[in-house]
């Protein structure tokens, strides 16, 4: 720590205000097109307002990380500050990582107690008779009232796109790292293919888990609304698609930066917080694909 | 004016009245009539002494310290800040004493969760705001509805003694039988507690909890709704009556020839008087709890079936929205939870009450005929 | 946008900008730490006044004041701001002036986001506060939410409620990771982990809990939204969802939650007990040790709220279990405390008094806390005004005292002035007895049978809520006098020295009162 009279410390910025405007207004507005959706009445006034928020957040986000990026480039950051950011990085993948686990809880917590349980097994098993006549399998292809929760017809298997996903999403995993090395030791060549390898596993995956969506829509009646089983479904792998999105979004940044000569063979944290976010995003669809697909 | 004079009557009435009447200052749980609720009184009893004594050894300590070691009185502050010897003892010491705890705790709960081998099995389920009462095995059941009037609840009437504790139609049990409840609950999560038995039990909507107790004495017991279900949930009284076996049976067969009967009302050929009459009572016990008494709702949450245009148009309408309710809402399908007479009095009686004077009128017959329709 | 501008060795000798963009765009922890105080306390008279709503309501059987709908609106809201807007802004704000004070940093280690932390928190709570007016009304089935209540029975306006709680959690999320990166990364040099003082390490813990249960909230939150604007069954049986599932997962937050709550007030009387009884902390290591424990043992001890709802006798008994066990590092703490009084030289200005009332009340709360755990017991307790009892005695006394006694141990600090000692010991006294005037009584009431949530009760509970809402009256206007005491101090107290207090220890008195603008822009020396 004997760096320590380096430490940059920002003087004033407009920037956490603009990112709290702009997240207010967009929930707000989110929040006010659903409430008028639910009652039937026009949602224009949420969209535009929503829109706003979008905007703000938008105008933030390049604000916000061009100037990080141009204190860093200008020599401001110490390696004491640079390990501030992996400490922010590394906590702020754990709490993703907690808010992944609820969703997973929910899961197994349909899975092993509560549909057992409506279909009559197991310490509440006399819930049964509320719903005669269910039977409780996994996955569940008729729900306790099948008027109010039309159940799919079936759902997606395991060994088809799902698997291919995998492949794609593990050697993207692969391939960034290559891209790593590649960096570290100031190859950008080497960098720019394999990165821009990667986003191309990343769009393919997108591309392959929307087709999915698609598929379950319209031909399985696989939706949200289909009980809990797609409830479990869509929440895990929707959200976990939308993890995939940003990865994609931050590495295509990081492509954009290398290709201006950001970064150097020791000092190109962006990079990497991209990458461990990408790691994470594998991670969780390796739980997604042996827990929601295979068993 | 009026109302201020009214308030501060009724905070003066407030002032003296409890100290006059019920001066209730019990500080502590009763014991109950039932073998679990006696257990857990002493497990309470014993849990509170343990705490009180390792209170009295703790704060006694630190009294003595803020007695005796004052700066004030000159005292030089020692020097010591740790002694593994006794940390790892008052470590041990409350570990064993929650150990000892444990033990009857454990059997006590093994205890309350065995259901088996009951005698008597009756279903509860929770509604906003009135409980209904299945007597499996008997084939017959009912709603248990609050008694008390709005009126003592606004203060414009003297309280009566079992105030916000008192229902239509309770709930009667025999002494000394094993009784298993199945708690479910068609709208919220309710809870079912009367806390002479000893337990309360969460209705689950969609889900059956259940549980049991054997009740030693005779005797009126009553209790609340536990668990936060709504705008009412303060007002959903839980009254059990014990009663000897004999008197029980007696009143088994006699609710079974009355359910016999209701089921007869459909065939009778009701006026419009008697409809509005039987309408107006059923209305009152049954809906006035959120269309309010005169019809006036609670707009948004409640609407209003004062001038409705479903109260007052297409009867087709009418009795969908009735019998089957409207999903997703607290309005219920009632249908399933009132017999055909009362849902042919309350309908008639909306149509023709507060002014909607529709003029037009339902029979139970009718009803029955739409509902066999569906 | 002056962030690029200038090099680091001229931005230390600038003093704050001036006007009301100081405070809208400052990266400064003081400014942040101030504004987090301020922002608390708002809530606390907020949160407060609807307390004092519901006890005038329940000050005599029968309806009087508020209609049953809006009674809900009221416990609802006072718990959430209470909870989320009152106390742990309050800890946040104490973190962030005391911190790096306390480790010898020059500010947080991510200054922008910590400003960025505190906005969210008005904003959040503006949009749950507008709740109150739309149409149907706020929240009203309690800050434990339970659905269906709050999906399907929700009013319109749930949907609000979740964005708003949303936000709030990412400000906390935040928050924590910046004290997390602080406490790690920039302690001066010699300060090692096992020589921090016990707030930091307490709050470097609390920091860890609030990160790995913050998103379970969340989580909870977007199931709700799922449920009630796109269709979705996780908490509905008829798709083969659950609303005992609702309950595991919030739990799983909530009870690590009232830990969050409370782990920084044992940091705080763990500084202000040894400076007033002129002795080192007794058994610092096991101190943190049990600190340790407590917020692990907090995550397996979640279903103690649900000993009612039917969980298998199998999980019950592991749960009674597991929270049983909590009471050994925490009795740990309390006696450390104790013998750290023990043969000091004692002497009893307001924080002091605040922190021996915490020890002694916090314990009554504990052994409350005790008695629900007894898994049988509880099926008398749960949901009357017992648990209310319990939980105010461990939140008020706990939590707010917590607070109290660090507001006045730390104000010369921020202030650079005294407050009136004559004014703070009559602020604590009346305190100590309005608070035992108001909730000592719940505990009667909820053996005798009272139910929790109710707006009107059975004539046999009138005396004790009437006693009781005599003390909240108490209490709450004796808060009234803790602002103007602030406001006093901050305005024409006497000068404090740099050391205002004769024992204390640590960084944050090493430097002038009041606390530079900016400090340790070069970094201390620890011995
Ligand atoms: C700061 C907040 C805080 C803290 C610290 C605690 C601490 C504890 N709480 Fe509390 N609790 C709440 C806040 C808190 N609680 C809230 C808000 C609720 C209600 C939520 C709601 O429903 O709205 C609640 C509810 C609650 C329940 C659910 C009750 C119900 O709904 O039915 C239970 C049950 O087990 C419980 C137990 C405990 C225990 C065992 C502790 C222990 O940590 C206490 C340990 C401390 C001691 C025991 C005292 C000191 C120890 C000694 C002197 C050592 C020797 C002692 C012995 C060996 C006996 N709490
Ligand atoms: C840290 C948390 C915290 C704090 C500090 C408090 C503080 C207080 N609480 Fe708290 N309370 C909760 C957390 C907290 N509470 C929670 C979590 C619940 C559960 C909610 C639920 O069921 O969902 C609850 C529920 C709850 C209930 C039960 C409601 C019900 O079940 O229906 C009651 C009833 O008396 C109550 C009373 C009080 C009082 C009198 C205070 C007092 O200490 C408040 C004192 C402060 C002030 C009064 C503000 C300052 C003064 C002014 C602004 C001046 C105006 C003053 C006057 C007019 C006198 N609270
Ligand atoms: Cu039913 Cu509360
Ligand atoms: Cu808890």
Redesign the pocket.
Known sequence: MADFQTYYVPEQSKWPIVATVGLGVTLFGAATIMVASNQAESTNGGWMIFTAGVLIMIYMLFGWFGSVIKESRSGLYSPQMDRSFRWGMSWFIFSEIMFFAAFFGALFYARVFAVPWLGGEGDRGSSNMLWEGFQATWPLITNPDPEAFPAPESVIGAWGLPLVNTILLVTSSFTITVAHHGLKADNRKKTKIWLGATILLALVFLFFQAEEYVHAYQELNLTLQSGIYGTTFFMLTGFHGVHVMLGTLMLIIMLIRIHKGHFTADSHFGFEATSWYWHFVDVVWLGLFVFVYVI | MRVHAQRAGALLGGLSFPALSLADWTVNMTPGVTGTSNDIFDLHMTIFWICVAIGVVVFGIMFWSIFAHRKSKGVKPANFHENTMVEVLWTLIPLVILIIMAIPATATLIDMYDTTESDIDIKVTGYQWKWQYEYINEDFGYFSNTTTPPDQINNRQAKGENYLLEVDNMMIVPVGKKIRFLLTANDVIHSWWVPAFGFKKDAIPGFINEAWTRVDEPGIYRGQCAELCGKNHGFMPVVVKAVPEEEYNTWVAEQKAAAEKERELTEKDWSMDELMERGEKAYASTCAACHQADGSGAPPAFPALKGSAIATGDMAAHLDVVVNGVSGTAMQAFGSQLNEADLAAIITYERNAWGNNVGDMVTPKEIFDYKSEQ | MSAVAGTHAQDQHHGPARGFSRWLLTTNHKDIGTMYLIFSFTMFLIGGSMAMVIRAELFQPGLQIVQPEFFNQMTTMHGLLMVFGAVMPAFVGLANWMIPLMIGAPDMALPRMNNWSFWLLPCAFLILLSTLFMSGGGPNFGWTFYAPLSTTYGPPSTTFFIFAIHIAGVSSIMGAINVIATVLNMRAPGMTLMKMPMFVWTWLITAFLLIAVMPVLAGVLTMMLMDINFGTSFFNAAGGGDPVLFQHVFWFFG?PE?YIMILPAFGAISQIIPTFARKKLFGYSSMVYAVGAIALLSFL?WA??MFTVGVPVAGQLFFMYATLLIAVPTGVKVFNWVATMFRGSLTFETPMLFAIAFVILFSIGGFSGLMLAIAPADFQYHDTYFVVGHFHYVLVPGAIFGIFASAYYWLPKWTGRMYDETLGKTHFWLSFIGMNLAFFPMHFLGLAGMPRRIPDYALQFADFNMVSSIGAFMFGSTQLLFLFIVVKCARSGEKAPARPWEGAEGLEWEIPSPAPYHTFTTPPDVK
């Open positions: 009870h009232v001890v103690h709220h």
